[in-house]
């Protein structure tokens, strides 16, 4: 069995500063750093800090930096790394909390700010949902990769941008942006193109890309940044037509008109049907339904 | 801007390197600063010209020295990055060359550069370095070694 070294770059929160602790431990083939740092917690040191939920890449939990890149610890093996040094860090560009944990609470109040939910002119309908909107499977592709996200963070990580400026609205924020502005349920449009076009908005973005590079689950939050300035741009030249808004599907066809009526007509239920069927089979022992 | 709020600083602009867009935005944020700088200097060295000639000449007699000289090749080599480099930002930055999005299918891949960003990309850099081969031409040539 390897093994290998974990430095570990930790924040402490009392005296305000980082520092680094060092670990050797076992490794074996499909170990991923996860898997390491618990082992660091259960067998060597029990006040190491970190986050992490579910192990398979799905939550976005375990975020951190690895050899000096944003990635998911649960994701990440570290025979992969070719390495005997493994070096793992809080996610850069985030507040430390203590040893790997980083605050998210700007990224999510970021989040906010882009009004992450379909905004609808039929209010009534979105309280009170009848049917659903129709939408096509091409209407559907336009925005689906970028609903993919799971809010890792490992964007924000990766960005120059959000490096140095703390106003920027962030690649998964605006990524989310334009998630939404493409789908054609939504009708808020001229607001979703109101919050991109800012100097903090879309036009903060220099085309790094390194959040596309880093995110786990292929996003691609600077394609979503590009697409949003092509809109911007055909809007400034007034060349923006609209887009397509889904439309509620229409309503059933009523129950004596239903396409199943050719199987012949579902039995009405009630208590004493029940009843009735439950004694023919001798299910009730007792003659009561409850 | 410190470490109390986690935010790496300029130092982020410079890592993590993940890919190649990221190296080119080191080097066109690298030669931007160092273009705005040179604009200054110059700016200097011709307003020497209001002292009269007898100034103006010292300082380009001081001026014409092989390090001056590197200097400029330096300068020229930095804008002719900055400006192809530039027109690629443009054309991409504004989504002309965005490829569609498409629905990620495991193993998810990292920046999607379709044909035409592979190809504006190496078009700006060929063009970018063919300028700079008669500029590194000149600058033996102002050497004496051609």
Known sequence: ?290 | MGEKEGRRGILGWIFPITNLERLLYTLHRITGIGLTLYLFIHIYETSMRMYGYETWTATAEFLENPLFHFGLLLVVLAALFHGANGIRLILQELGLIAPKPTQPVYPYRKYHRDRKIWMTTILMLILGAGVAVFALRDFLILLGVM
């Open chain 1, 1 to 290: 069995m390897d093994k290998v070294r974990f430095k570990l770059r930790r924040w402490d929160p009392e005296r305000k500063t980082y520092q680094t602790s060092e670990y050797e431990i076992p490794v074996r083939r499909g170990m991923t750093v996860l898997d390491g740092l618990i082992w660091i917690k259960e067998n060597i040191d029990r006040t190491v800090s970190y986050r992490a939920s579910c192990r398979m890449g799905l939550c976005g939990s375990c975020g951190m930096v690895i050899n000096g890149k944003p990635m998911l610890a649960c994701e990440t093996q570290i025979l992969h790394l070719e390495s005997n040094n493994v070096t793992v860090e809080p996610l850069y560009n985030y507040e430390p909390i203590k040893d790997l944990v980083a605050d998210f609470h700007q990224f999510f109040e970021k989040q906010r700010t882009i009004k992450p939910y379909l905004i609808r002119e039929d209010v009534e309908e979105q309280i009170n949902p009848t049917r659903e909107y129709i939408q096509s499977p091409e209407e559907w592709n336009l925005y689906i990769q970028f609903a993919m996200c799971i809010t890792c963070g490992l964007c924000y990580s990766a960005c120059p941008t959000t490096a140095t400026d703390p106003k920027y609205l962030g690649p998964q924020a605006l990524m989310n942006l334009y998630r939404f502005f493409a789908d054609s349920r939504d009708q808020a449009e001229h607001l979703r193109l109101e919050i991109a076009d800012q100097v903090d908005g879309v036009w903060g973005c220099h085309l790094a890309t390194g959040c596309s590079e880093v995110c786990p689950k292929g996003v691609d939050p600077a394609l979503a940044i590009q697409l949003l300035r092509k809109e911007l741009l055909k809007r400034s030249l007034k060349l923006y037509r609209g887009k397509k808004i889904s439309e509620l599907a229409p309503p059933l066809p009523p129950r004596n008109k239903s396409p199943y009526r050719a199987f012949g007509e579902a039995p009405e239920f009630t208590i004493e049907k029940a009843e009735e069927k439950a004694r023919e089979f001798n299910i009730l022992k007792d003659d009561r339904v409850r």
